[in-house]
């Protein structure tokens, strides 16, 4: 089921993550499964144009779910850009993020908490989980 609270799901983000919450400056949509959190999306850095998404993920989730974290940047906010930050050394975070359809656009040398610091971006246009709306129809 998609839950939206941030104060709970914001921190539960983080805290696999590495992140930092901050209530009134961020937002954040969850996944509960038999009524426990296993997925969350926090998004934080709104900027009018754009704004950075960090995802943390336990059990697989549904498309339903999916569609949803990016219909709210892309469609509620109209953003241009969605942003996320990797550590280089993240292989696993770097790939399900490429797998949603981020692409690289920097790397930033030495300021990632271990590695390189890996901007990934997705626009509106190359977002592909937008093309539903997000009850699927």
Sequence with gaps: ???????????????R???KFEAGTSTAI??????VLTAGVLYDMFNGRSIC??????KPVTRS???TCFH?????????KVLGLV????????RFDKHLGFVE???IEGAGKVGDLVILTMTRQQCRWIKEAPNGR
Excluded at 2 to 15: L, N, S, T, Y
Excluded at 30 to 35: L, Q
Excluded at 87 to 94: E, F, G, I, R, Y
Aim: hydrophobic share 40%.
């Design 17 to 19: 993550t590495g992140g």
């Design 30 to 35: 969850g996944f509960e499964t038999d009524g």
């Design 65 to 67: 779910y999916t569609r």
């Design 105 to 107: 656009e920097a790397r």
């Design 87 to 94: 550590d280089s050394t993240n292989a696993a975070a770097l």
């Design 72 to 80: 709210y940047p892309f469609i509620q906010l109209q953003v241009h």
């Design 53 to 58: 998404m960090h995802v943390a993920i336990e």
């Design 1 to 15: 089921m998609i839950v939206f609270d941030a104060d709970r799901i914001g921190p539960w983000v983080c805290e």
